[in-house]
């Protein structure tokens, strides 16, 4: 389409460029989304955009405000840009909603779809601090560096740290009425926690099995994630109400088991992994952390948590399921991965040649490498089940 006589856009060419603006937490542009009002262009080239927020205080309004005036700003023969921010109101939050959820009333769980393409990884362990949650988040990130887009879903309800591992301490999601967007990250996943669920952030989680059953759902269902080839679910230690609800509403996701190579830790990461395969879901593998630690003096390979563990999981599993659990991977101690978490920045990210850095993006690799066929599906027990 060609501008007008004086050489300024057309509304259509203002309208074609902001067609290449996303709305930063749904992904989407945001002239699909019902977000551009109004365009206007005077004969100078002055070009005024009204944008409807979806709600009053987005916290991302700066950068869809960015966003517009880079967009717009760079087309031949305009001289200003003022963007003019406005909110949808009740009707057009409505319309908004229905087009996320592709024209479907009904709120259902796009994950547990048959059909679905998005590849679900529950992160489980026997017990806390195995590093359950620095394994999920560093895979996310991993899979997110071969191009995925990826999810995460913090629902251990005892230690919520994702988020903060994540670089997102603080935020608070967006609720378009009843539904929920995720949480961007400086790296690209998006994130919801079931401590964003809570009324106050500092309010302890005291919930039983049916509240944890519908914050699990919510996260599932509520929330707008949009296309993810891959979503992460970190699980609180344990067989508690979460691992049943996650059997029962997603059967198809492929569970890893973390463990360190300790006696005890491996006992109880065994009962973690029995309790997924009773709920109909496959276990893909167990991950070995704090494997061994190299001392930066002498060199030397040492055990801190003994040795073992991993392979016992493993071979323990195999024998119960009938079929082959490996080992993806054994991640040593580094303090790099720790404080790279508490940095909000994971160290596949912050220092990626590490050992431990290098083990994390192979398991990545192992898990989403592999193809669609027989080997990454769920066992076929349940109806639901197709992937
Ligand atoms: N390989 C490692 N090297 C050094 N520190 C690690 C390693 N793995 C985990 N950590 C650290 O150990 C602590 C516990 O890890 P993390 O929170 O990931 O465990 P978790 O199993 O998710 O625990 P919880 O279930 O209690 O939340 C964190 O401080 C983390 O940074």
Known sequence: MSGTPTGTPSVEQVTAALARVNDPEIKRPITELGMVDDV???????????????????????????????????????????????????????????????????????????????????????????GKSSVTVNLALAMAQQGLKVGVVDADIYGHSVPAMLGVADARPTQVDDLIMPV????????????????????????RGPMLDRALVQMLSDVYWGDLDALLLDLPPGTGDIAISLGQHLPNAEVVVVTTPQEAAAEVAERAGTMASMMHQRVVGVVENMSYFVSPE?????????????????????????????????????????????????????????????????????????????????LGLTPTAKF
């Not at 961007?184 to 919930?207: C, E, Y």
């Open 184 to 207: 961007p990250t400086p790296s690209g996943v998006s994130v919801i926690s079931i401590g964003m669920l809570k009324p106050r952030r500092d309010q302890v989680v005291a919930w």
């Open 40 to 130: 206007a262009v005077s004969p100078e080239g002055a070009v005024h955009v009204k944008v409807l927020l979806t709600v009053a205080g987005c916290p991302l309004k700066d950068t869809i405000n960015r966003d517009v005036t880079a967009a717009v700003g760079g087309l031949p023969g305009v001289s200003s840009v003022e963007v003019e921010l406005g909110v949808m109101n009740a009707d057009q939050r409505q319309g908004l909603q229905e087009t996320l959820r592709g024209g479907q009333a009904q709120r259902e769980i796009p994950f547990a779809q048959p059909g679905s393409l998005t590849r679900v990884f529950a992160i489980a362990s026997g017990k806390g601090g195995v």
């Open 298 to 378: 002498s060199g030397e390979k040492l055990e801190i948590f003994g040795s073992g563990g991993g392979d016992r999981v493993a071979a323990t599993l195999s024998q119960r399921f009938g079929y082959d659990v490996r080992v993806l991977g054994r991640i040593p101690l580094d303090p790099s991965l720790r404080e790279g978490g508490d940095a909000g920045k994971p160290i596949v990210e912050s220092d990626p040649t590490t050992p431990a850095a290098q083990q994390l993006l192979a398991i990545a690799q192992g898990l989403t490498g592999r193809g669609r066929g027989l080997a990454g599906m769920q």
